[in-house]
């Protein structure tokens, strides 16, 4: 399995400033989600974190109001830019991993991880 | 694009009582089905999944879900709930790339 740490646990931000969020991994994993839980409502992916590359967004999201970075296999950052109320939320990272040594070669495991998320108040 | 629908918002029970939430996806390719539940106050956890194989699968805590691909669907269904089973359940659906969309969660309530 997959051990999954967000840094902050929760936040309480000013309108129009940045906050950013790390993801810590016990292990290597081949894939790193974003989500979003806004109140009261369902995940939405905001993003796949992709290692070495930009991050592939989901439709409504965009690069400058969540840059993400992935400089590893197990870290992985998002940062909410230039904050209004609306961006109050949780913020999950998800994982699918670890990566498995099996016969000499590598594979995934299908299991998805979640963090246990980063509550975000935008005043 | 692919969405999921969870039929009920809310559902209040009794101890006791069976339960089924339902979940239909719309996706005409290969996927696989999962359900999550959020205890208050806790992230994430697996119920179960389906992946392949028999369509009805076994989760943890009593939990089971039944695959039909000719309605889309994959519901929930345990057979007497329990006060601890208060919680909100999310169906959800992963095609290929690992890219997971979830449905709107049902929020469970079982009164003791």
């Known amino acids: 399995s997959a051990v999954i740490s967000q840094k902050p646990s929760r936040d309480i931000c000013q309108r129009g400033t940045s906050l950013t969020i790390q993801c810590q991994v016990d292990s290597q994993v081949t894939m790193m989600f974003w989500y979003r839980q806004q109140p009261g409502q369902s995940l939405t992916l905001i993003a796949t974190?992709?290692?070495?590359?930009?991050?592939?967004?989901e439709s409504g999201f965009v690069i400058d109001k969540f840059p993400i970075s992935r400089p590893n296999l197990t870290f992985s950052t998002l940062t909410v830019s230039n904050m209004s109320p609306e961006d109050s939320s949780i913020y999950l990272c998800?994982?699918?991993?670890?990566?498995?040594?099996?016969?000499?070669?590598?594979?995934?495991?299908?299991?998805?991880?979640f963090g246990p998320g980063t509550r975000l108040t935008v005043l | 694009a692919q969405s999921v629908s969870q039929h009920n918002h809310h559902v209040i029970l009794s101890e006791a009582a069976s339960l089924e939430l339902g979940c239909n996806y719309s996706?005409?390719?290969?996927?696989?089905l999962f359900w999550y539940v959020q205890y208050p106050g806790q992230h994430l956890q697996l119920l179960l999944k389906y992946f392949s194989g028999d369509p009805l699968v076994k989760g943890i805590k009593g939990f089971e879900a039944e695959f039909i691909k000719s309605k889309f669907s994959f519901n929930l269904r345990k057979p007497s709930v329990q006060w601890s089973d208060t919680a909100e359940y999310f169906c959800a659906v992963r095609s290929g790339g690992f890219k997971t969309i979830f449905g709107a969660g049902t929020r469970l309530f079982v009164k003791a």
């Open positions: 974190a992709n290692q070495g590359s930009e991050a592939t967004y």
């Open positions: 998800s994982v699918v991993g670890p990566q498995r040594q099996a016969g000499g070669s590598r594979t995934s495991t299908d299991t998805q991880y």
């Open positions: 996706y005409g390719g290969t996927v696989n």
